[in-house]
């Protein structure tokens, strides 16, 4: 099993004549006719004025339509997979929202805190589930990859993992892989001060899915997400969790990579934050390089 995407997924990409999404879409479907067997596809692409363009590549029989209700409609998409550019990215994602698409991935850096504001607002309440913005994207192995990540690193397995750090999703699915651990689903949350789903929307899926056996949660400074999903996992979560938070030398009031990484007031440090998990019974690793050499071990095979 999965949590979010697999081979059902049905891949509308907005912006998808601009050079990104182009090219990650490209990337998207060739995973989809190499590692999933045609599962977990992009059936269609949304540029507004672009309507019926065509498309080069792996993308040459993919349609593309000037809206998303247009392509929801004709190809049945079920997932949005938004590379528009910032200043538009919020429309962007409202689009599909209204459109009725149940997933949408944002993979747009940049996006104003403002915008989010009122994208955060609109979607309260709602079925609809927004990964992202400023994020890697999602991807369950053998099934689907909708985001930049490179997919040849992922392998089917039972570790599911969510992380605010695009380069450290890579860096311990790689990891996990050479220690000869699959994972289930990768889910990317993005750094942005606003984004759409949180670690605790994430652990309530994996808790849920019979093929999850574990599960990593990478964070970094800023906010209190880490320690609030910690708490809730002492409660809620019967699986081994790992947990990692990079930023352990940041200075305070200095923002480090992500616009959410910022240590304020004392608060959000990497120290506290690793305090709490380890207080709430979660398998924590100083250093990213035993990110998955942890998590083996968390599971009695190291």
């Keep these: 099993m999965s949590i979010l995407v697999g081979k059902s997924t049905r891949v509308l990409v907005q912006g998808i004549t601009g050079k ?22 992009v059936v269609a692409g949304v540029t507004p004025g672009k309507g019926g363009a065509k ?5 040459e029989k993919v349609p593309v339509f000037d809206t998303v209700a247009q392509a929801a409609a004709a190809t049945g998409a079920n997932a949005s997979l938004v590379f528009v550019p910032p200043a538009f990215a919020a429309d962007a994602i409202l689009e599909s929202a209204d459109a009725g698409v149940p997933i949408i991935v944002c993979i747009t850096e940049g996006i104003p805190v403002r915008d989010m504001v009122c994208v955060k607002r609109h979607l309260e309440g709602a079925s609809t589930v927004l990964i992202g913005p400023n994020c890697p994207g999602v991807i369950t192995p053998g099934g689907c990859k909708m985001g ?17 750090s695009g380069t450290l999703t890579y860096e311990v699915v790689a990891q996990l892989t050479a220690q000869g651990l699959g994972q289930t689903t990768c889910v990317g949350i993005g750094g942005d001060p606003i984004i759409g789903t949180m670690y605790i929307d994430l652990l ?36 081994p969790m790992v947990g990692f938070i990079a930023g352990q030398t940041a200075p305070k009031g200095r923002r480090m990579g992500h616009a959410g990484a910022i240590i304020s007031g004392g608060e959000g440090t990497a120290a506290e934050k690793m305090r ?3 207080e709430c019974g979660i398998h924590v690793t100083q250093s990213p390089a ?6 083996a071990r968390a599971l009695g095979r190291a």
């Design 20 to 41: 990104e999404g182009s090219y990650h879409a490209q990337q998207c479907m060739r995973y989809s006719q190499e590692f999933a067997e045609g599962g977990g596809a």
């Design 55 to 59: 498309l080069d590549g792996a993308l």
């Design 204 to 239: 309530k899926r994996f808790q849920a899915d019979p093929a999850t056996e574990a599960i990593i949660m990478i964070g970094e400074i800023g906010g209190a997400a880490e320690q609030d999903a910690a708490r809730w996992a002492r409660k809620n979560v019967t699986k």
């Design 148 to 164: 930049i990540m490179p997919g040849h690193i992922h392998k089917e397995g039972s570790i599911g993992v969510i992380s605010k």
């Design 276 to 278: 709490v998990m380890a």
């Design 290 to 295: 035993e990110m998955g050499l942890t998590v």
